[in-house]
């Protein structure tokens, strides 16, 4: 465990920096926010007695929210995920102390002191910045503290809706099962959250030098809080190594030291996948194979987007399938192309460059955005492409997740590349329903993934992109460079594997999984039985 | 006889607080020469600060005038009114995030002294009020006593030389011994400038020790102004008389009136 700890510091600095980073962000920003709106609010509350008990009132109950029920909730009403979201619910959990704190301290100034300050002919903004706002900062400081401190801990959720920060590190650990990873995220927030507590208050003791000014017997008071700065310090770090030792002993019998390096031959392959349907058959479809093969195998399948690619360059895993447009447009951040080759040409470069990893031979498959159409509609329309869509449009009643609608390569996309779609009608379902309303015929056209289960059935047909507008989605296995040295039987394998899929192939696999509601190991396993012959020649002429 | 200016004038000025009983000042009509020295004394709840706080503006009458210097004091900006007027507030009422300089430099830095004048001033008021400057300038108010505190209270509100000083009880904490100092100091400072006092207390004796006239008030109402020796040889009436009574000490004893203005109260002669 400490072994394994001690490597990831070693490796993974800037990852940890930038999660570091990040945390502190999210969390700066949220107090800040919080602040803006709590002090002003809660200045106005000590002046005005029933709005002050509306607003403690809607405070309290708040409260009693979750805070991960609230960034959720969040998420939901705005539509987006990331940084505004996390923002927007640990400010909410941010404003409570602040506004009850400063509601509090403002209407609990010594009336004589404010009134001596009025009587010497103070300005009534002279009273406030001078004298009113001194007086409420020690209460207000308090407030701010206990916010920080529920910031930092609660900022921690923010990876599970893409914001990033040292949550990510333990949402790591948790999807990989990797204790010391769960070790690290969840110390490095704890002394986060400690060290910006002991500073602020540390700060406050010195602005606030009045409340407790330094006496005559100075030297020895000194010596008294070095005392007890020292005997704090040693209880954090106490703390600390409890915590650690405690997460160690829950999980160090299951896992050896995962996070550290298995390009030695004996280590298994750790193949992962992502957590929908065909990533998770691929997954097993990759391991099956080489495990027939003679390789040992680790899987660790079933991780958030979020953490698989990072998984991968972090050595926590050392493959996963990917599809090529992910990894063109989400992960290298490269301009839209459509050509397949060009794209599978550009990512397998920069991969190679950026992090020694290495793409495999993509597949035939093609899990790209589409549309489909009923097979009746397209009969009758003669409707084969996106171009023949557009000229029906009119006609068509269309049913949508309401997401395809507003994506950038979405239906704005179509339009600009095949002009306007004005349907006859438009409603929004939920993604797993579309396929239904279409075959229910109360839809005709509806936006679907190509490889999606559902257009295994014939009654549904996908349309070709024929202005190419989408880019290509072929899926490969992404693998790292060290592991493909040391196992170079890997390429062969994976390679094989992959020439057998076709789009119509992994539709049929993915509808095993989503229509017929097998499970995914299953459907992994018979379809690399009915292959195996096909990938072991494949093998033997490599 | 010297001429005299009117200093400060009530005009049947009333003051009835929302949800009061009674009225805190019931139609008080009072006119102060410049360069006395009022006390004021009367039973707690008698009207005494509200009587001060309407100088000021701290409370506004709800009828009635008040002239400071022949003008109105409603239709006087109220920062430049309080300026011009000194003000020991009966709660002392420091401002504990400031240095005891810096508490009695507040009214110099509002009229934008320099700062060397401003440090000789505070240096001189603190000596004046019996505070070893160097041992108190930089502390602040918690690390002073109630009366270190009161004294300060005093040095403050004298900073600027105010033309109308308001003292609300201002040795309410100070021992006997400080206090008879402090009391004499103030006598000088009064007498070296002859500004306009207005002095709360519940001292009898200080009150016919210091005031050159005494306003006795209760349930709102003046019961009396006078000098200390009109009052003594003929109270007003019976709350006069009774408060009187209190200050005379035990049978066998000096009465302390007596001591003040020399001469034995007739109390037989009191309806
Ligand atoms: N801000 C206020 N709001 C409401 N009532 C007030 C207020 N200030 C004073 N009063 C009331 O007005 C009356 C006079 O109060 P005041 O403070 O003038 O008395 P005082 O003579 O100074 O008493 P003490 O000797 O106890 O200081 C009291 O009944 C008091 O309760
Ligand atoms: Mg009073």
């Known amino acids: 465990m400490l072994q394994a700890i001690v490597s990831y510091f070693s490796q993974q600095t800037g990852a940890f920096f930038l999660a570091l980073a990040e945390h502190v962000g999210i969390s700066l920003l949220s107090v800040l926010f919080a602040a803006g709106i709590g002090i002003p609010a809660g200045i106005l509350c000590s002046h005005n007695h029933s709005l002050r008990s509306v607003v403690t009132g809607v405070f309290a109950t708040l409260r009693v929210i979750p805070s991960l029920a609230i960034l959720f909730l969040c998420v939901v009403l705005l539509k987006v995920t ?13 404003l409570p102390p602040l506004l009850i704190n400063t509601t509090i301290a403002f209407s609990t100034l010594p009336a004589a002191v404010v009134e001596a300050a009025f ?43 893409g914001a990033g920060g040292l949550g990510t590190i333990i949402f790591t650990g948790f999807q990989l099962m990797d204790n010391s990873l769960l070790v690290i995220g969840g110390a490095s927030v704890a002394c986060l959250s400690l060290t910006c507590g002991w500073l602020l208050g540390r700060l406050q003791k010195r602005t606030l030098r009045w409340q407790h000014p330094v006496a005559v017997k100075e030297s020895r008071r000194r010596n008294l809080m070095k005392n007890a700065r020292l005997r704090r310090a040693a209880l954090v770090v106490l703390g600390v190594a409890v915590l650690a030792s405690a997460l160690a002993a829950t999980g160090c019998g299951k896992q050896g030291a995962p996070g550290a390096a298995s390009s030695s031959a004996s280590a298994p392959i750790r193949v992962g996948s992502k957590n929908f349907t065909e990533s998770l058959i691929l997954g097993n479809l990759y391991a099956d194979a080489l495990e027939d093969n003679g390789l040992k195998v680790d899987r660790k399948l079933n991780l958030a987007d979020a953490v698989v690619h990072t998984s991968l360059t972090n050595n926590q895993i050392d493959l996963y399938p990917e599809y090529t447009g992910t990894g063109l447009l989400s992960i290298l951040k490269l301009p839209l192309q459509t050509d397949p080759q060009k794209v599978y040409d550009t990512v397998k470069a920069d991969y190679q460059d950026k992090w020694n990893i290495v793409w495999l ?50 239906l704005p996309a179509l339009t600009r590349a095949y002009g306007p779609f004005k349907w006859k009608s438009s409603k929004t379902y939920d993604t797993s329903l579309l396929a239904t ?65 076709t789009t119509e192939k992994l539709t049929a696999l993915n509808a095993k999984v989503d229509v017929d509601k097998q499970e995914a190991d299953k459907v992994a396993s018979d379809y690399y039985a009915s292959i195996r012959a096909q990938v072991q020649a494949a093998v033997k002429a490599g | 006889m010297t001429t005299t200016t009117t200093a400060l004038k009530f005009q049947d000025v009333s003051k009835h607080f929302a949800g009061a009983a009674t009225p805190a000042v019931d139609h008080v009509s009072l006119t102060v020469e410049e360069g006395e020295l009022v006390t004021i004394v009367g039973t707690s709840g008698g009207g005494k600060t509200t009587l001060l706080k309407l100088v000021n503006r701290l409370y506004e009458p709800d009828s009635g005038r008040i002239l400071l210097g022949g003008r109105d ?83 403050r509100a004298l900073a600027c030389d105010p033309a109308v000083m308001l003292l609300d009880e201002p040795f309410g904490a100070i021992d006997a011994v400080t206090r008879a100092g402090l009391q004499n100091e103030l006598l000088k400072i009064h007498a070296a400038n002859r500004r306009t006092y207005l002095f709360v207390t519940h001292d009898i004796r200080e009150a016919f ?18 000098t200390p020796a009109e009052i003594v040889a003929a109270p007003a009436n019976q709350f006069v008389y009774d408060l009187l009574k209190t200050a005379t000490v035990e049978e066998g004893e000096e009465s302390l009136l007596d001591g003040v203005i020399g001469q034995p109260v007739n109390t037989t002669e009191m309806p």
Do not use: C
């Open chain 1, 82 to 94: 990331g940084l505004v979201p996390a923002v927007l619910a640990l400010a909410l959990l941010a």
């Open chain 1, 437 to 501: 309303v279409m075959l229910n015929g109360q839809a005709d056209v509806a936006p679907l993934y190509t490889t999606a289960g559902d257009l295994a059935n014939p009654q549904l047909v996908t349309l070709r992109d024929d202005r190419q507008v989408w880019p290509p989605y072929n899926v490969a296995p992404v693998v790292r460079g060290d592991v493909l040295k040391a196992h170079p039987e890997i390429a062969a394998v994976l390679n094989a594997v992959d020439a057998t899929l």
């Open chain 1, 361 to 410: 031979d993509y597949a035939p498959a093609n899990d790209s955005q589409g549309l489909a159409v009923t097979r009746a509609v397209a009969d009758k329309y003669h409707i084969a492409t996106i171009s023949d869509l557009q000229k029906h449009a009119t006609e068509l009643r269309f049913a949508t997740q309401g997401e395809f609608d507003l994506r950038a390569d979405g």
């Open chain 2, 209 to 226: 020790r210091l005031g050159t006239r005494v306003l006795i008030m209760s349930s709102g109402r003046v019961q009396q102004f006078a």
């Open chain 1, 119 to 161: 009587a010497m002919g103070m300005s009534p903004a002279r009273v406030f910045w001078r004298v009113k706002i001194p007086l409420a900062l020690p209460l207000m400081f308090t407030g701010l503290r206990t916010a920080v401190v529920e910031v930092i801990a609660s900022a921690t959720l923010a990876a599970y809706i």
């Open chain 2, 73 to 155: 004091v409603m239709e006087q900006d109220p920062a430049v009114l309080r300026h011009g007027i000194g003000y020991v507030i009966q709660q002392v009422g420091l401002f504990p995030h400031m240095t005891i300089a810096q508490n009695v430099a507040v009214t110099p830095r509002l009229l934008k002294w320099d700062r060397a004048r401003t440090v000789a001033r505070v240096t001189e008021l603190l000596e004046l009020v019996g505070l070893d400057p160097a041992e108190f300038s930089a502390r602040y108010p918690v690390q002073l006593s109630g009366g270190q505190q009161q004294r300060v209270g005093l040095a």
